[in-house]
């Protein structure tokens, strides 16, 4: 047997050597592509999950303001008597604001909790952007449980002050007339025109609170949208 020179050995042991270096780059830069397309994917999911909450906030937030135009108007109306043949339409005007106590929009988290649960937050390799979102679900999540605390504060009786006049019996019922006669005894009622203000009030702070939440997630769709 032809004994091989140490040059060939060292030649062999360099392809060797060259062969599971290129093995290994091209390993890493395809684990590199398919972490940056698995970001772009997480980004994407993101972006919609962020968008769909700031329309949910901007639905409630509208409602709400649509509310506090109701109540004012039905509210007025009462106050100066002109309730001829409006009588179940303006009980309802009162009604309906009085019994969205909660107003809460329907957002998500489902994005972020498995970009943390799974540790694949690391594909986004922007940090800063990667703060950005955290931030923003932190300052929506702050914004919906200061909504729950002063709403259920500020919260009226306005609701169980109807009730016991018998007006929401009354409506329900469909009788302008008994509607009528309790909805003109309000115009003597101070508590009426207290209850209403404070109605107001709480609608005012789910308008306040839910434009932030709306403000948070537009925000960090922009961040997104800029990279």
Do not use: C
């Not at 698995?38 to 937030?61: K, P, T």
């Not at 106050?79 to 929009?105: K, N, V």
């Not at 955290?134 to 009786?157: F, K």
């Not at 018998?166 to 005894?185: H, M």
């Amino acid at each position: 047997m032809q004994q091989r020179s140490v040059g060939e050995v060292l030649r062999g042991f360099l392809v060797i050597v060259v062969g599971v270096l290129t093995a290994l780059a091209l390993e890493a830069g395809w684990q590199e592509w398919q972490d940056s397309q698995r970001g772009a994917e997480y980004l994407e999911a993101l972006r919609s999950e962020l968008a769909q909450n700031a329309e949910a906030a901007e639905r409630e937030r509208t409602r709400s303001v649509d509310l506090i135009a109701t109540l004012v108007e039905v509210a007025a109306l009462v106050e100066s008597g002109e309730i001829e043949g409006r009588e179940l339409e303006i009980a309802e005007g009162l009604i309906f604001p009085a019994q969205m106590t909660g107003s809460f929009p329907e957002v998500s988290r489902v994005v972020l909790e498995d970009l943390k649960s799974t540790g694949n937050l690391r594909l986004i390799a922007d940090s800063n952007l990667r703060r950005t979102v955290a931030q923003a679900y932190g300052r929506m999540d702050s914004q919906l449980e200061r909504l729950d605390l002063n709403s259920a504060r500020v919260n009226s009786t306005l609701l169980s002050h109807l009730a016991q006049s018998g007006l929401r019996a009354a409506a329900r019922n469909g009788d302008p007339a008994a509607t009528g006669a309790i909805l003109r005894g309000f115009r003597s009622d101070p508590e009426f025109s207290t209850q209403v203000r404070l109605e107001r009030e709480r609608l005012h702070l789910v308008d306040f609170y839910l434009s932030n939440v709306a403000l948070f997630m537009t925000e960090a769709v922009s961040e997104i949208d800029a990279m």
